[in-house]
């Protein structure tokens, strides 16, 4: 009877990979850069070498984000027209540009923390493969014809329509 000797896959801290990424470091290390720029991850960590190529959060982040910011901006403006009497234009000037800016600081800590819980769970997202270029026949000048087959003209009258026999 055959005996296939395997050893377990190492145990990853789901909570520390999430903070570290939280802190845009790397999920395994904690030392080394997540990001090579605003929100591009690196594909290596420089520190340990972990592979970070493979991880995609895609659009997850940028719905976390829109979902605190939303919920936060609505809090706060019932919070203020239950309390106080504010002119609109009030609304307009502070809570607009905080709409705006809220979700693009909170952006890179949220996706460093989905890249983390993806590497703690070893969800590598979509792997980059090389796909072999699709070889397609040359066209002969019959292909490039629109109905290269046989035609068919239908007159009618002054009106003839070329139709193609299939």
Same mark, same amino acid.
């Given at each position: 009877? *055959?005996?296939?000797?395997?050893? *377990?896959?190492?145990?990853?801290?789901? #909570?520390?990979?999430?903070?570290? #990424?939280? =802190?845009? =470091? +790397?999920?395994? +290390?904690?030392?080394?850069?997540?990001? %090579?720029?605003?929100?591009?991850?690196?594909?290596? +960590?420089?520190? +340990?070498?972990?592979?970070?190529?493979?991880?995609?959060?895609?659009?997850? *982040?940028?719905?976390?984000?829109?979902?605190?910011?939303?919920?936060?901006?609505? #809090?706060?403006?019932?919070?203020?027209?239950?309390?106080?009497?504010?002119?609109?234009?009030?609304?307009?000037?502070?809570?607009?540009?905080?709409?705006?800016?809220?979700?693009?600081?909170?952006?890179?800590?949220?996706? !460093?923390?989905?890249? #983390?819980?993806?590497?703690?769970? %070893?969800?590598?997202?979509?792997?980059?493969?090389?796909?072999?270029?699709?070889? %397609?026949? *040359?066209?002969?000048?019959?292909?490039? =014809?629109?109905?290269? !087959?046989?035609?068919?003209?239908?007159?009618?009258?002054?009106?003839?329509?070329?139709?193609?026999?299939?």
């Amino acid at each position: 009877m *055959p005996v296939s000797v395997s050893s *377990p896959a190492e145990q990853r801290d789901v #909570g520390r990979a999430i903070w570290n #990424g939280t =802190r845009l =470091r +790397c999920p395994h +290390c904690g030392q080394g850069h997540l990001f %090579r720029s605003y929100l591009k991850v690196s594909d290596h +960590c420089e520190v +340990c070498g972990e592979e970070f190529f493979h991880h995609r959060a895609d659009d997850f *982040p940028p719905y976390i984000a829109i979902f605190i910011t939303g919920h936060l901006i609505v #809090g706060l403006l019932l919070e203020l027209q239950f309390h106080f009497e504010i002119a609109p234009w009030i609304y307009l000037a502070t809570l607009v540009p905080l709409a705006l800016i809220l979700p693009l600081v909170m952006l890179p800590s949220i996706k !460093g923390a989905v890249v #983390g819980l993806q590497w703690a769970t %070893r969800m590598m997202g979509s792997i980059r493969r090389t796909v072999p270029p699709v070889r %397609r026949r *040359p066209r002969s000048a019959l292909d490039s =014809r629109p109905f290269a !087959g046989r035609r068919t003209t239908l007159t009618i009258g002054r009106k003839s329509v070329v139709c193609a026999q299939i």
